[in-house]
């Protein structure tokens, strides 16, 4: 069955980085363009990043550009997540997720001193 696992979360001071960590299964990782999303406490969850199939093409939400890089391995069916500069309004649960049904389980990001 389809699974997405992200990992790599934890607690940070502001201005530190954490690099997530997706890896997929049970479908063709490589034809997929994949997204990761986050959701903070009380808010909608919002979309973050946007890598395509080859990884050619990225995109990012106004609040994480410039700090936050996406990037894949398709050998090893695995999406990153680097993020740098880390700020508190950056603590949520961050998703991936391979459109459009496929999720992850999440995993919390807190950026805190």
């Known amino acids: 069955q389809v699974q997405l696992v992200e990992s790599g979360g934890g607690v940070v001071q502001p201005g530190g980085s954490l690099r997530l960590s997706c890896v997929a299964s049970?479908?063709?990782?490589?034809?997929?363009?994949m997204y990761w999303y986050r959701q903070a406490p009380g808010k909608e969850r919002e979309w973050v990043a946007t890598?395509?199939?080859?990884?050619?093409?990225?995109n990012y939400a106004d609040p994480v550009k410039g700090r936050f890089t996406i990037s894949r391995d398709n050998a090893k069916n695995t999406v990153f997540l680097q993020m740098n500069s880390l700020k508190p309004e950056d603590t949520a649960l961050y998703y991936c997720?391979?459109?459009?049904?496929?999720w992850g389980q999440g995993i919390q990001v807190t950026v805190s001193s």
């Open positions: 049970g479908f063709t990782f490589n034809r997929y363009t």
């Open positions: 890598i395509t199939s080859s990884g050619g093409s990225t």
């Open positions: 997720n391979a459109p459009p049904d496929y």
